[in-house]
């Protein structure tokens, strides 16, 4: 009785699990993963409470392996040793299957003590994350492993666990327990995706109602406990990942009463390295070299919120916020590298020029000898033409100039320096 709730009702079989549907219906690649008894490396990547730490255990569970559990936000490197000490042993005969909860959590140095052993077969990892498990895990591991994204729940896959929650609460008290199908659609729904929130919410319905042969569930208790929940959920990270996108997205699209809303929202939820990076991102992602000032003024904000902490971080945070908002906008930087990477990213180009390199002499099977750099400060206006980018590409334009009033200024001044032909 003292464990959670959504651990009591935890499904034991695969098709008992709520929603997922797109990973575990017929015939789907995780279901004949699960259905054929061999346990690949796999991460589970979504939000809380939809399942993904039900899913490991049922695996774990007819695996035939030796299960050990961690949770990467208070293991340390010993805990993982101890883990690999066993390997070999009689209990691990078959293997170890190490369930790694919240790996985000795990820096690089004990990511890459599991690597080790994971590239020899002796532990089978699976590990869920809250994260984008492309941001925060070594890239190693991710290539030795399987990634699936877990979603939201649908508020009918819900209420078919809270039927179930009434259920068991039901036998354990030995007394019935009603409430309105309003009352639990709104319990379903409140829980934007995350079972476990609904369960508990559930729950606390079921003590404050307490009393006489019956637990009758009134519509108004149902209310006051969504109520007094409502922060709280937030502060769990309501709809994570849709508010950090439409936090940048409005400070984008240049609306800042969206922006700072959607600044509140994570800071409400206790996210402020979220609402941190994503400023910073912005400003040098949308705004850029239209306002290139901005850059240092939004890091210089980030800091000071870094350093005073919630709740006053909100205060540099809110100037920010703003002032990208309403900032002129530009991407231009922003598509330039990344049309850079794909060149890069394809094998095109080639060898420095060699003027650029950084060696000053030349073999003996080098046909024209010398470096000949031209030191741009010994001529006129501190320019002179040379061939900086690699033969295969040099002709490429990837930075064209926004149309802003400050790259259009440096367009005018480097067209007058360069010519014309020579500026786009």
Not at 3 to 20: C, F, H, M
Not at 63 to 91: P, V
Not at 102 to 127: M, P
Request: glycine letters at 8%.
């Amino acid at each position: 009785m003292n464990s959670p709730l959504a651990d009591r009702i935890r499904p034991k079989k695969i098709e008992d699990v709520a929603g997922q549907r797109h990973l575990l219906g017929e015939g789907k690649v995780l279901r004949r993963i699960i259905d054929s008894g061999t346990v690949p490396n796999l991460i589970f990547y979504g939000p809380s409470g939809v399942g993904k730490t039900t899913v490991a255990n049922i695996i774990a569970e007819n695996c035939g392996k030796s299960l050990h559990y961690l949770n990467a936000t208070t293991a340390s490197t010993a805990d993982i040793k101890e883990i690999i000490s066993s390997i070999g042993g009689f209990e691990s005969e078959n293997g170890i299957l190490l369930y790694l909860d919240e790996i985000q959590y795990f820096n690089k140095k004990q990511q890459q003590i599991l690597l080790s052993y994971i590239e020899t077969g002796d532990v089978t990892l699976i590990a869920s994350t809250t994260e984008n498990p492309y941001f925060y895990v070594y890239n190693a591991i991710l290539s030795r492993s399987t990634v699936f994204e877990f979603k939201p729940l649908a508020p009918g896959d819900i209420l078919a666990a809270a039927h179930r929650a009434i259920k068991l609460l039901s036998g354990e008290k030995g007394k019935e327990i009603t409430i309105s199908d309003s009352a639990l659609d709104k319990l379903c729904r409140a829980a934007a995706g995350d079972a476990r929130r609904c369960l508990n919410m559930l729950e606390l319905c079921v003590l404050t109602s307490e009393g006489g042969d019956k637990i009758v569930i009134e519509d108004g208790t149902a209310e006051e406990i969504l109520a007094a929940n409502a922060v709280r959920y937030d502060r769990a990270g309501d709809e994570h990942y849709d508010i950090i996108s439409a936090y940048q997205k409005s400070m984008r699209g240049s609306d800042p009463d969206a922006a700072v809303y959607y600044l509140g929202r994570l800071l409400a939820a206790g996210d402020l390295p979220s609402a941190c990076r994503r400023l910073m991102v912005c400003a040098c992602e949308d705004v850029g070299l239209a306002y290139p000032q901005i850059i240092p003024i939004v890091k210089a904000a980030v800091d000071a919120a870094l350093q005073v902490g919630l709740p006053e971080a909100r205060l540099p945070l809110a100037d920010a916020v703003i002032l990208v908002a309403l900032s002129p906008k530009s991407n231009s930087a922003h598509d330039a590298i990344n049309a850079a990477m794909e060149d890069i990213e394809k094998g095109v180009g080639g060898p420095v020029p060699r003027a650029l390199q950084n060696k000053h002499f030349d073999g003996d099977d080098a046909e024209i000898k010398g470096q000949r750099y031209k030191y741009p400060h010994e001529f006129t206006n501190h320019y002179v033409n040379q061939q900086y980018l690699p033969d295969a590409v040099k002709d490429k334009k990837y930075y064209l100039y926004g149309e802003n009033k400050t790259e259009q200024r440096y367009r005018e001044y480097w067209a007058a320096i360069k010519g014309k032909n020579n500026v786009m």
